[in-house]
C-alpha cells in the first residue's frame, strides 16, 4: 500500500491481498477493515470494494520499483493466508519475497495452522530465507496462544509474535525459538485497556529467554498521549539483519517484467474481477 509506513515495527507496507474476514476477538476493532470501508463505494478508489477480499496483482512486482531497501510489513491490509486465497498466488508473493532479498519481510497472520501447512509444503522453497520473518497475532489465551505452537513448527529462520492487541494477561508462554515479540496496546475508538502488569510479564519472559522485545505502544482512544514508554524508556529491539546489495536499476526491470508475466495469469480470477462488479 505505501512506501512508507506509521507503523513504529516497519518501514513500509505492501498490499498484493486487500480485504479479510474477522476471525478472533483481536479483530474486533479491525483497523484495516475501518479504513477500507470508509472507501467502499467511491469510484476507482483502491477500496471501491471496502473490506471484501481481492487480490492485487498488479501489485506484486512493488517491492522492485522501490529505490531503498525496506524493512516491508507484508498485507497490512489483509491476511496472505486466508482459505480463500489461492496456493498458488501466497506462492507468487513469496516468490517476490525470495527475489528481493535487500528487503526484509514480514508476514504476519492469524491463520496460524494454513502458514504452518504451507511452509511445511508448497512454500518450502521460501520457508528458511533469513530476510523472510514468519509470525503470528497472539492477543488471548484462547485464541492467540496456540498461535505459538503453529508458528513453531513451521520451518522459519525468524519466527515473530505480534502481542497487540494484549486483550488479557496470557501467563508464561513458550518462547523456544521464537525469535522477536512486539507487545502493544489497542488505539481508536473504543480502545480496550492494557494493563501493564501483563506488558512486565512478556518483558519479563522475553528477557529470560534473550528474545529482542518491542514495545509499540499502550494505545487508548488518543494514543498520542499515552505514549510508547515503559519503565521510561523505549525498547525497540529487533532481530538482527544482513540484507543482501540492492541490484541495480536493470536488473531489477528484469525482475519486474518476471513477476509481471506472472501477475497476469491472475487477471481473470474471480478474486480480481471483483472490481467489475457493481457497487453493493
Ligand atoms: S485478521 Fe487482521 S486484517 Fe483480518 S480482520 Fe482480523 S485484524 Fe483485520
Known sequence: MSEHSKIEWT???WNPVRGCAKISPGCKHCY??????RFRGVPGHPYEWGFELRLVPEKLSEPFRWSSPKTVFVNSM????QKEIPVDYIADVARV???APWHTFQVLTKRSERL?????????????????????????????????????????????LSIEPLLED??????????????GGESGHGARKMARAWVESMRRQCDAHGVPFFFK??????KSKNGRELNNRTYDDMPSRTPAPMPDRARRLELIAGIEALASRWQRSPLVRLSNRPAA
Do not use: C
Open 32 to 37: 484495516a477493515e475501518a479504513f477500507a470501508e
Open 170 to 183: 496470557i501467563g508464561p508462554i513458550d518462547l523456544t525459538e521464537i525469535h522477536w515479540v512486539i507487545v
Open 11 to 13: 518501514d513500509a507496507t
Open 78 to 81: 489483509s491476511d496472505l493466508f
Open 97 to 99: 519475497m525470495l527475489q
Open 217 to 222: 505502544q499502550w494505545g487508548g482512544v488518543q
Open 116 to 160: 504452518r501447512d504451507l511452509l511445511q509444503g508448497p512454500l518450502g522453497f521460501a520457508a528458511r530465507a533469513p530476510h523472510i520473518w514468519w509470525g503470528v497475532s497472539v492477543e488471548d489465551k484462547r485464541y492467540g496462544v496456540p498461535r505459538i505452537d503453529h508458528l513453531r513448527s513451521a520451518p522459519a529462520s525468524v519466527r515473530f
